[in-house]
Structures are given as structure tokens and as C-alpha cells.
């Protein structure tokens, strides 16, 4: 081939390439969520209590929600079995067998609190009303040993719980742009 016509080959494929974006096979599945699906689900709490909602509840209370709603995965008084165990295993984090429970091991009680609500029942999640969630959270809490069976936990009391744990993890930064 000229020079001539290799340039105009380069033109053509050039000018192939630009007329059409290139299509993307993708597996076709799903669809984007809806505002209000994603609202749902936008349920965060943090561990200062942000974001969590009106109600209450004591551990007496949660103890007859945790008996109907969670005991048959996770045991007579959080002992665990067939799913985790949540009560116990105070001073084993430095053993050779640790046990990390919500007692042991978590840092914010408001943790609790976003995980039972966002996830529990497992196969029923987001189906406990706050003030459910609020009474299971109190009784994992008074389980433990953190705070008393009258205490009420809500959107003040919550945040103030000091776990356990709490001096034990270490809060990360990321890194910033030099």
C-alpha cells in the first residue's frame, strides 16, 4: 500500500470509531432504586446517637420481644445457636478463644441499636418498630451486664452507654492529599 492509502485507511478506521460509541454488554439485571426505596433503607445511626428515632423501651420489655422475635437463632438469654452468641465473653478478647459479643467486643450501644433495626429478624429485617428495637437493644444491653433492667434506653439515654470495650478500637483517618 501507498502512503496515500494508508492514511486513508487510518482515516476510515478513525472516522469508524467516532461515528458509533462503543455498546457495552452488561447482564441486564435490576433496575435503579426509586427515591423511596432508597429512603428506606437510609436509616443510619451513629455513634453519637445521630440519626436514631423517637421511642423507648427497658430490658423487661425487650426480654418478651427478644423471647417471640430472637431467641430461635440466637438462644435463651443471647447463649447462642444456632446463630451468634450475644451475651458473655467479658475478659477473652486476649485469649487464645475470644468471644466477641455485643458485652465484649462492641464499642457504641447505638451500634446495637442500628444493627437490629436495619437487619433483624434476619429473615424479616427493618420489621421491629423503634420502640421494639429499643427494648431488644436495652435487654442485649442489661445481658451483658452494661446497664440495669428499669433503665430506659432512647434517643438520649442510648448515646451516653459506655461499652466495654470502647477504649479498645482505634479511630482512623484517612489519609489527606500532600
Not at 10 to 32: H, M, S
Not at 43 to 58: E, H, M, R
Request: aromatic share 6%.
Amino acid at each position: 500500500m501507498s502512503t496515500r492509502e494508508l492514511a486513508c485507511a487510518a482515516l476510515v478506521l478513525v472516522a469508524a470509531g467516532c461515528a458509533a460509541p462503543a455498546r457495552v454488554e452488561t447482564p441486564n439485571l435490576g433496575r435503579p432504586a426509586t427515591a423511596a426505596e432508597i429512603a428506606g433503607w437510609d436509616i443510619s445511626v451513629g455513634p453519637d446517637g445521630v440519626g436514631l428515632p423517637a421511642g423507648s423501651g427497658t430490658a423487661l420489655k425487650g426480654a418478651a420481644v427478644y423471647e417471640q422475635k430472637c431467641q430461635a437463632c440466637h438462644g435463651a438469654k443471647g447463649a447462642g445457636q444456632p446463630n451468634d452468641r450475644l451475651a458473655g465473653g467479658h475478659g477473652t478478647l486476649a485469649s487464645k478463644t475470644p468471644v466477641r459479643t455485643i458485652g465484649s467486643y462492641w464499642p457504641y450501644a447505638t451500634t446495637v441499636f442500628d444493627y437490629v433495626r436495619r437487619s433483624m429478624p434476619y429473615t424479616q429485617p427493618q420489621s421491629l418498630s423503634d420502640d421494639e428495637v429499643y427494648a431488644v437493644t436495652a435487654y442485649l444491653l442489661q445481658l451483658n451486664g452494661i446497664i440495669g433492667e428499669p433503665d430506659e434506653m432512647n434517643a438520649q439515654t442510648l448515646p451516653k452507654v459506655t461499652m466495654p470495650n470502647r477504649g479498645n478500637f482505634v479511630i482512623v483517618y484517612p489519609r489527606r492529599a500532600r
